[in-house]
């Protein structure tokens, strides 16, 4: 995986994984509700400065009464939003992390500016790396030097590589293909 060959949306490479489609909905979710919630605020701000603009030097400030309602509506709505993006996001991470146990296991060693790739019938391969199709893979990460980090963009998945330690990420790629590492 060493290109991005398959045409990709504006913001991210084409969807190579089924959980990038779950990665994409939750961005899809936060990017639409920070849209409205920033129109809201704005038009908000903006209504609320003209309608209450003072006419004259000599005008006082009208007392504003209290309303329950709109305070516990106004602090309730986002509460709700936020609670659901924090738990699709949790489902996704979830997704993320379990590991199958069925999955094809290779060896990944991290070093200055290379990856070396190990595969279970003892071939290794160094900057390219081949993945069945509708296969769960699972790579065994660690580094000979520093810190790295492994990320899968078509995939939307990564993972930090600490020398002496041993890590693990897995995938299914759905799509056949060149993609990026």
């Not at 699709?88 to 790739?117: C, H, S």
Request: proline share 4%; aromatic share 18%.
């Amino acid at each position: 995986m060493s290109s991005l060959s398959s045409s990709g949306s504006i913001f991210m490479p084409p969807a190579a994984s089924k959980v990038a489609e779950g990665v994409d909905s939750l961005y899809g979710f936060l990017l639409g509700a920070s849209f409205i919630s920033c129109v809201l605020v704005i038009g908000g701000l903006i209504w609320f400065a003209v309608k209450y603009r003072r006419q004259s030097e000599n005008d006082k400030t009208p007392y504003i009464h209290h309303n329950a309602l709109l305070e516990f509506t106004w602090s309730f709505i986002p509460f709700v939003i936020f609670m659901v993006a924090f738990v699709w996001g949790w489902i996704v991470f979830y997704d993320l992390r379990r590991m199958p146990k069925d999955a094809l296991e290779i060896a990944v060693t991290a070093q200055k500016w290379n990856w070396t790739f190990t595969y279970k019938n003892g071939r290794r391969s160094g900057g390219e790396f081949y993945a069945p199709v509708g296969q769960n893979v699972k790579l065994v990460m660690t580094s000979a030097d520093v810190l790295h980090s492994f990320f899968l963009p078509a995939f939307r998945t990564k993972q930090d590589v600490v020398p002496g330690r041993y890590t693990a990420l897995w995938f299914n790629a759905e799509k056949e293909g060149t993609y990026q590492v």
